[in-house]
T-cell receptor
Framework: GAVVSQHPSWVICKSGTSVKIECRSL??????MFWYRQFPKQSLMLMAT?????????EQGVEKDKFLINHASLTLSTLTVTSAHPEDSSFYIC?????????????FGPGTRLTVT | SQQGEEDPQALSIQEGENATMNCSYK?????LQWYRQNSGRGLVHLIL?????REKHSGRLRVTLDTSKKSSSLLITASRAADTASYFC?????????FGTGTRLQVTL
């Protein structure tokens, strides 16, 4: 149980275009989903937290107009990188926390590698 | 900013040896968690240790916690090539996790 998927697993886009990444909880309802960013050989940095049906909360320094997050249902959150630039190239990982299960755990997706050319 | 600093940053051992990695953190915690990340993949939860626990075991994993020193260690015994991965400690709650800098473990045959 507690499986989180991401789609796509990798994407290459041209500078100036927008890219949408999906995060789905497959076998549980996720009240909260998290989006992280990870540069090569570095740790995960939390970008934003989204609760189903409400606006996402962004971490300091993360542009909310550039990284649009939508959490429209209890099983799906999307991250849209708008007007992507090469510096947005990174590994994006989502995680989810469910209604049930250990209260301290987040379940992580496999990540999406974004390359902006 | 990173809550946890891990050392070593990289560790290379031979299969069968034990691997120890350490995590130090700055603020008081309720629990500390360890995760594994295979290259280019998501994170897998390994173990959670609560602030009132000093040691916890799970299979070949042993985690210790010293709240007076604000540090934790992860020991992997009898390592295998499949243990090659990055290991991260994380503090906080399910509402917000803060990850350490990570240790990259390489287990060679």
């Amino acid at each position: 149980g507690a499986v989180v998927s991401q789609h796509p697993s990798w994407v290459i886009c041209k500078s100036g275009t927008s890219v949408k990444i999906e995060c789905r909880s497959l076998d549980f309802q996720a009240t909260t989903m998290f989006w992280y960013r990870q540069f090569p050989k570095q740790s995960l940095m939390l970008m934003a937290t989204s609760n189903e049906g409400s606006k996402a909360t962004y971490e300091q320094g993360v542009e909310k107009d550039k990284f649009l997050i939508n959490h429209a249902s209890l099983t799906l959150s999307t991250l849209t990188v708008t007007s992507a630039h090469p510096e947005d190239s990174s590994f994006y990982i989502c995680s989810a926390r469910g209604l049930a299960g250990p209260p301290d755990e987040q379940y992580f997706g496999p990540g999406t590698r974004l390359t902006v050319t | 900013s990173q809550q946890g600093e891990e050392d070593p940053q990289a560790l290379s051992i031979q299969e069968g040896e034990n691997a120890t990695m350490n995590c130090s953190y700055k603020t008081s915690i309720n629990n500390l968690q360890w995760y594994r990340q295979n290259s280019g993949r998501g994170l897998v939860h390994l173990i959670l240790i609560r602030s009132n626990e000093r040691e916890k075991h799970s299979g070949r994993l042993r985690v210790t916690l010293d709240t007076s020193k604000k540090s934790s260690s992860l020991l992997i015994t009898a390592s295998r090539a499949a243990d090659t991965a990055s290991y991260f400690c994380a503090t906080g709650t399910a509402s917000k996790l803060t990850f350490g800098t990570g240790t990259r473990l390489q287990v060679t045959l």
